[in-house]
């Protein structure tokens, strides 16, 4: 199969079948990473180089562990620290980089189609690890390797994307994503988190939590992105929790075997019970973890392979 | 050249609405006659205009001129360049320049410029209130006399409405005309895009195109108050008209404009973030388009503007959020304009009606018409002619055209200031 992208922008560009590809390929990593010897030399003399603009703990890390897996010299560059505050601009960064010969440059940026911009102005293949308010494609692609483990399929799934779906890149990658794959998808939240114009995506908005979660299959919550509020979008945590906050009462409208998820960072107690994010019978929030360094794998391969044909 | 005859040519008279063929007689830099059919014999040069249109020269208020502050973007030469090659015979110059023009001396300023380096007619407008900072009205009665035509803050609104309805009241009593930016400040704080499906897949903030008409609506009111002479620079959404409309049947002096961007291209041309669809207001959906089109076909918005507005690659080369708005356009907007023709959509005489007539009205000058006695600023052109328009061919320093790449039908053939041609093209 071949993979007809130079780079991982977003899921918009993406093919059923290329998301198909990129998940069968995870499923091999994620039996490798379960080995005690985890390595193979798939990227071995190609060099990885983290950046990012925006401050981030596991996606950096899970974009190193998967570059180091593979054999790739991976390189780290934390930008805040660096040119930006010498005033260089977004574009002679990304053109001093490519000047270094990079193969796989993962971007992260606070600004939508920052990524874009920046792959348009180098020569290697690129990988958004999240753009602002745009996209976060292997955040979806994790996401979706783990419910199809879960529930041994992705499409014709009821899937409820619950907060703040305003301010959520992964919201509109994982809305892509499940939309292509035909899955129904409920955004819930408060109409001030969940605007309108997503129902134009052919999804149902609910503003009620416990309507919203009848019957599905998937329970999807989203972080409270504070950092990113300019402004009341809510009146407090404490009724963000009364009202969309997922616990166990709200939870038991679902389908008895809905699987919970968080892209995580979690913040306990405002968008999700702490005991229920801990509950094993539930949650499925460290598969999440443990998928994504699968799919950053696979998703690297299939660049590099296009990369090792051109060369 | 003291006396011209065109002959052949298609006669573009937006006043009195006719498309015809016929001749036109220009003597000491006026108009003295025209007429259709065969021409009089002439005692004159003769120009044989081959068949092609020939319109009075487009008057467009809202031009950006880099100077001072910003030369390397637009100086006045290249802008005067620029527009003699689009058939813009008359520039109304913006203040918001760095610093703004504020002050009766930065007018003079100006004005050396323009007439030292321009071959068009350039008529500078001033800023409302010192350094666009919506704080204290300027000297609008000083900046007159050394020749400002009108008074804007451009598009910094001015949030305190106070300060507004004083600055209104004075100006009407100086007879001035003031040009405002009808926008909810805060409602459209840090906006790059229109919401709707574009903005949300994009993940771009945004603003609803509610704030316009809010911000209509508040100005609408202010006039009632003061009952001063009002121009809105860019009506651009449907939601909009029907306050612009109400105002007008009321009886309050009111005018509004709208830019070629806002008129041809819509949010979905953004696209992958392509930055020189960024301007301000942003771009609004195709049903915004239409009812703005319809709105200028009937005339409830009055001017059609360039909206020229050069940045350099610097500023542009951003991510999207980041990136400066506003797109050069004075050698496109003719071109621009032609796509509503060919599209069957506005008639050339409305075009000119719009560009040209309107403008000059509300600014009481005796230009954009072609009767007796008019000056001869003329634009003559060939409304077929196809071209893929090359941004680098851009006689403006900043080459910032959303329209680079893109097909486009109508070229200028020659441009007259007062009966002198500034410009042929080669």
């Known amino acids: 199969m071949r993979f007809a992208h130079r780079h991982l922008l977003g899921i918009e560009h993406l093919s059923q079948s290329d998301i198909t590809a990129i998940l069968d390929l995870a499923e091999k990593y994620v039996d490798m990473n379960r080995q005690s010897t985890k390595h193979s030399d798939v990227l071995s003399g190609l060099t990885q180089i983290n950046m990012f603009f925006e401050n981030s703990t596991r996606t950096q890390a899970s974009f190193e562990i998967a570059g180091k897996r593979l054999g790739a010299d991976v390189m780290n560059m934390a930008m805040q620290a660096s040119s930006i505050k010498k005033g260089e601009t977004l574009i002679d960064t990304a053109m001093t980089l490519n000047a270094m010969h990079p193969d796989l440059l993962v971007v992260r940026h606070p600004h939508s189609g920052a990524v874009d911009l920046l792959a348009q102005k180098v020569n290697c293949a690129v990988l958004n690890a999240g753009d602002g308010k745009h996209e976060h494609p292997t955040q979806a692609l994790l996401d979706a390797l783990t419910i199809r483990r879960a529930k041994g399929r992705l499409h014709r799934l009821n899937i409820a994307i619950c907060g703040d779906v305003a301010h959520s890149r992964v919201a509109r990658s994982n809305l892509i994503l499940l939309g292509k794959m035909e899955n129904r998808i409920r955004l819930i939240g408060p109409p001030t988190l969940v605007p309108n114009q997503f129902a134009e995506f052919g999804a149902e908005i609910f503003d009620d939590m416990n309507e919203g979660l009848k019957d599905v299959d998937v329970v999807m919550m989203l972080r409270l992105q504070k950092e990113r509020m300019d402004g009341g979008f809510i009146p407090s945590e404490r009724e963000y929790y009364h009202r969309y906050g997922l616990d166990a009462a709200k939870l038991s409208q679902a389908k008895p075997d809905a699987i919970v998820m968080h892209p995580g960072p979690m913040n306990r107690g405002v968008e999700i019970d702490g005991t229920l994010a801990d509950d094993i019978n539930r949650s499925v929030i460290q598969e999440q973890v443990e998928m994504g360094v699968a799919v950053r794998m696979a998703a690297m391969e299939l660049l590099a392979r296009n990369l090792r044909e051109a060369a | ?426």
Not at chain 2, 96 to 120: G, K, M
Not at chain 2, 211 to 238: K, S
């Open chain 2, 1 to 426: 050249m003291n006396n011209t005859l065109f002959t052949n040519a298609r006669l573009i008279d937006p006043e009195t609405g006719t498309d015809s063929l016929g001749w036109l007689h220009v003597s000491d830099g006026r108009i003295t006659a025209h007429g259709e059919g065969a021409a009089p014999t002439p005692e004159a040069q003769v120009v044989d205009c081959g068949g092609q249109c020939l319109a009075p020269g487009i008057v467009d208020i809202g031009v950006k001129v880099c100077e001072p502050g910003e030369r390397h973007k637009e100086s006045y030469k290249s802008a005067g360049l620029a527009a003699a090659a689009g058939g813009v015979t008359t520039i109304v110059t913006r203040p918001d320049t760095s610093p703004a023009i504020d002050t009766p001396e930065s007018l003079e300023f100006v004005t050396r410029r323009a007439q030292a380096d321009t071959p068009v007619n350039v008529l500078p407008m001033a800023a409302l209130t010192k350094g666009r900072e919506g704080r204290e009205m300027t000297e609008i009665g000083f900046l007159q006399d050394a020749g400002a035509v009108a008074f804007t803050d451009c598009d910094h609104v001015i949030a305190n409405t106070k300060v507004f309805s004083r600055a209104l009241t004075y100006a009407r009593a100086c007879g001035a005309l003031v040009i405002a930016h009808p926008q909810e400040p805060i409602l459209s704080n840090g906006a790059a895009v229109t919401s709707g499906k574009f903005a949300v897949l994009r993940g771009l903030p945004a603003v609803s195109p509610m704030a316009e008409r809010m911000g209509l609506d508040r100005d609408i009111a202010l006039l009632e108050m003061t009952g001063a002479t009002y121009h809105a620079d860019q009506i651009t959404t449907a939601r909009a008209l029907p306050a612009l409309e109400r105002a007008k049947r009321n009886g309050l002096d009111i005018t509004a404009g709208t830019s070629i961007h806002h008129l041809t291209l819509n949010e979905l041309d953004v696209a992958d973030y392509r930055t020189f669809f960024k301007v301000k207001p942003p771009l609004r959906s195709e049903d915004d388009r239409q009812a703005v089109i319809e709105a200028v076909r009937t005339g409830l918005i009055d001017t059609i503007s360039s909206m020229h507005t050069p940045q350099d690659e610097e500023s542009k080369r951003l991510p999207f959020e980041e990136a400066a708005s506003g797109a050069v356009a004075l050698e496109t907007l003719l071109p621009a304009a032609l796509r509503l023709y060919h599209a069957g959509q506005l008639d050339l005489p409305t075009l000119f009606r719009a560009m040209a007539l309107n403008p000059a009205k509300r600014l009481g000058l005796d230009s954009g018409r072609l009767s007796e006695g008019a000056p001869a600023d003329l634009v003559l052109f060939d409304p077929d002619v196809p071209f893929v328009l090359d941004r680098f061919s851009l006689k403006s320093k900043s080459q910032n055209t959303p329209f680079d790449g893109q097909r486009m039908q109508g070229k200028v053939t020659a441009t007259f200031v007062a009966g002198q041609e500034v410009y042929r093209r080669p």
